[in-house]
């Protein structure tokens, strides 16, 4: 059996692939990245006798080695990995100039462009950015309790917006364009809820990689925007993104299964490039 794992800063996902069929699991990370600890997630293989590879990515996956028992271990770049996947889910086609937002803990812009991957851009403001402000602001780090607060809440509450600050329009940005981020917070007598700070955070993260996706697209000069991640499962972070990426033209894509992208990514790279 094929199998795949992405060993992210917060989840690690893996793929099983028997008969065509793809299997997709996910579990929390661990600080530590050994042959032990990828036997225990894979616990229905045996790593003696499997026929297949073991596709790997992320996190400190070189330390690994070349393989696991009898089983080889193929190593694939973390960038490839996405842009492979990224491209994969979405269905556009490879020739055109594409740029794959990968939204998880923090945010990464790959330049994709015939089977070519290029990291261009990122940001350290990402999908663990909410979890960590959740926590420090609203005494969570349950990533369903703060989406529900988010999406029960009211940015506009804690954001300063452009109707607030000026009297006209500043080029084609509507009037509800986000001016400062929890600009309101500071203002004497404002009022807000546990929920709107939720949405503040979530529309803060949303933005930001929004408009550092929009500036590499333009940069490059492509023509799509396919996000990945899952940073994205937050309905306001999605949101967020479409309408800061709208103020340029730009209509993202999110992909069906964009969380494990970067796992199928390993997995086709491997497949293309087989181990003997």
Known sequence: ????????????????????????????STPELNHDRVKDIFQEIDFKTNEGFMAVTGGKHLELGD?????PIVHVNEIEAIGEGAMELSGIDKDQSTIIVS?????????????QYLHASG?????????????????????SEIASLAENGNESSVDLILQDVVTGPI??????????????????????SREDIA????????????????????????????????????????????????????????????EYASALGAMLVAEKNPPN
């Open 1 to 28: 059996m094929n199998i795949s794992a992405d060993f992210g800063i917060t989840v690690t996902d893996t793929l099983r692939k028997k008969d065509g069929t793809l299997v997709h699991r996910m579990d929390q």
């Open 67 to 71: 393989l696991i028992e009898n089983t």
């Open 103 to 115: 939204a998880g803990s923090g945010t990464a812009c790959i330049h994709a462009h015939k089977g």
């Open 123 to 143: 940001t350290g403001v990402g999908g663990g950015t909410v979890i960590g402000l959740s926590k420090l602001l609203l005494n969570t780090d349950d990533p």
């Open 171 to 192: 080029g084609q940005l509507p009037p509800d364009t986000t001016a400062v981020n929890f600009g309101k917070v500071a203002k004497n007598g404002s009022t807000y």
């Open 199 to 258: 949405a503040g955070i979530v529309n803060l993260v949303g933005q930001t990689a929004a408009r550092i996706a929009t500036s590499v697209a333009l940069m490059f000069q492509a023509s799509e925007i396919v996000v990945v991640g899952r940073a994205p499962s937050f309905n306001g972070l999605k949101s967020s993104l479409e309408q800061a990426a709208s103020i340029t033209g730009f209509t993202p894509h999110f992909p069906k299964n964009g």
